[in-house]
């Protein structure tokens, strides 16, 4: 059953979740969310297991077309989302009804939303995973990106488990920018490179170039000296990995990189800071800095924990009753419009 019609697909749209977990041994590539923070917390505002799948939306949002009364929210950049022309919130629960239309504006922030849908997208999951590989035409909608005149349908149950709305905390919500400090752990090729060149490497401003997507960011800037060169024999690549080739200008390797790879890597981008790389965009400015791995750890369990609580915040607030059907309506009242929700319960 057709849940949603895609009008327009934007610049570019795919299905993603958080990725093939413990296939980079057989050189398949983990693919999932760019910002798996922002996955999770649509998923959350849903109701969704938090790394269930989502749409992920690149700078030029697509228009859909809804077929059924949905729950979705979206998070992430700031695309300007609109139903029937009206700006809705980000990071908060919206109830949609059949015939409504999603669309975006003007990009104020970031560089990637997602959409959530509650119950999931209903697509085939390949070696664990609904997340889209495009250059291996794997896994999400046929391998490929969404284009207009899809249709997709939600899977599991599209009514709520608890009454009302959920909003993120804004304190919890991020704070996108065109500069960003990534905060890194040196290693494990860093001893390949000169003092000189681990000093400019930390000390350098560097510009996101156009040559990004989803595999990997080619940053422009001070060039980073080697002792002999910048070939290795090939090891593994982890998503935040910074590779310096012989050019000497560093490469962050991103979801869809590459699982092995024959350049020196200098450092690599923590956990809790790779959600503010994934929103970067061509142009705007990166530098890094040194912490340890004792506060990388300390910063993402910190993260993990206020995910937890308000996830159990939600529970607690949340009756728990299951809702069949929602609709809104939108009433007048002395030339003021509200939209009102009516949810029918079993």
Known sequence: MCSLKVNNPGLLTTIQDFGRI???????????AMDELSLQLANILVGNDRYEAALEITLIGPEIEFYDNLIIAITGGNITPKINGKVIDMYSTIYVNRG?????????????????????FKVEEVMGSKSSYLRGSIGGYKGRRIMAGDSLAASGDKGYKYIGVRRIPKDFIPKLSNKYTARVIMGPEDDRFTDDGIKTFLNSQYILSNQYDRM?????????????????????????????????????????RQTTGGYTKIANVISVDLPYLAQLKAGDKVNFKVVTVDKAQRLIRQREER????????????????????????????????????????
Not at 22 to 32: E, N, T, V
Not at 216 to 241: E, M, P
Request: charged fraction near 20%; hydrophobic fraction near 40%.
């Open 22 to 32: 413990g296939y980079g041994k057989y050189g398949i590539p983990r693919a999932g």
């Open 307 to 346: 995910i937890i609580e308000i996830v159990k915040g939600f529970e607690e607030d949340g009756l728990k009753i299951s809702v069949k059907k929602s609709r809104n309506f939108v009433i007048a009242v002395n030339d003021k419009k509200f939209i009102v929700g009516i949810q029918e319960l079993e």
């Open 216 to 256: 990997g960011y080619r940053l422009n800037g001070a060039k980073i000296q080697h002792i002999n060169g910048a070939d290795i024999l090939s090891g593994g690549i982890t998503f935040g990995a910074i590779q310096v080739p012989g050019h000497g200008e560093p490469i962050i390797m991103m979801a869809d």
């Open 100 to 120: 409504d239309v999603l669309s975006f504006g003007n990009r104020v922030d970031g560089c990637r939303a997602y959409l959530a849908l509650s119950g999931g």
